[in-house]
């Protein structure tokens, strides 16, 4: 686990310089390639299954033994849609409350999308869904921001304690798809897979991403355009 340290990873420039044969600018060199960075929190109660499916993504297994997130862990994968590569940033941040405290300032700075999730075999992660959703927008992540709702766990089915009807009740009220999946169950993995792609799908298709450098602060901001009509993706 990378923990605090991924702090140091911060996202604050969005785009990063990629392959371009290392060796400068010379005759007959290309530039760099230019690739996005997406970056996406995944948030929820302790022990819902953050770290297990960042890993899912990202490393395309289920992690042997995993330890509470301190702060925030990072996970990162390339992906190419449509022939744009990019770079989907995971940020796995800490469920528990005493090990957030001085992380949450830095995870919610210029983020793409959320990911909620909770344990379907845990109803209190459920229901303290609101408070997530409520500490989004104290950080001032509005609506626009894409979102999905994750219901993980579900190859516990003799266990299962929110009901599919409930949660995508709660998912119409706030206007985010939901997906139910297990990190564990290899048979998930393409739902694990679609989780994140719908949402890089979702990012990239918000052009044009602009550049903008506010007056006051030296960390250049990614801001979208005019947004484009989109299907209802609900
Ligand atoms: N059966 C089952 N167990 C899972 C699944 N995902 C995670 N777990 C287990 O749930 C426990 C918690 O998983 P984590 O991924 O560490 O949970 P977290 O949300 O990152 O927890 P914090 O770091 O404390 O916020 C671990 O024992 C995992 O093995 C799943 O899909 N199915």
Redesign the pocket.
Known sequence: MMAAAAVELESSLELSFSGGGGGGAGLGSLPPARSRIFKIIVI?D???????LTYRFCAGRFPQR?E??IGVDFRERAVTIDGERIKIQLW?T???ERFRKSMVQHYYRNVHAVVFVYDMTNVASFHNLPSWIEECKQHLLTNEIPRILVG??C??RNAIQVPTDLAQKFADTYSMPLFET????PNDNDQVEAIFMTLAHKLKSHKPLMLSQPPDNSEIQLTHGPKPALPCWC
């Open positions: 929820g302790s022990n819902v299954g953050k770290t297990c995993t509470a997130t796995d800490a469920g528990q993980n766990k190859d516990l297990s990190a564990k169950n």
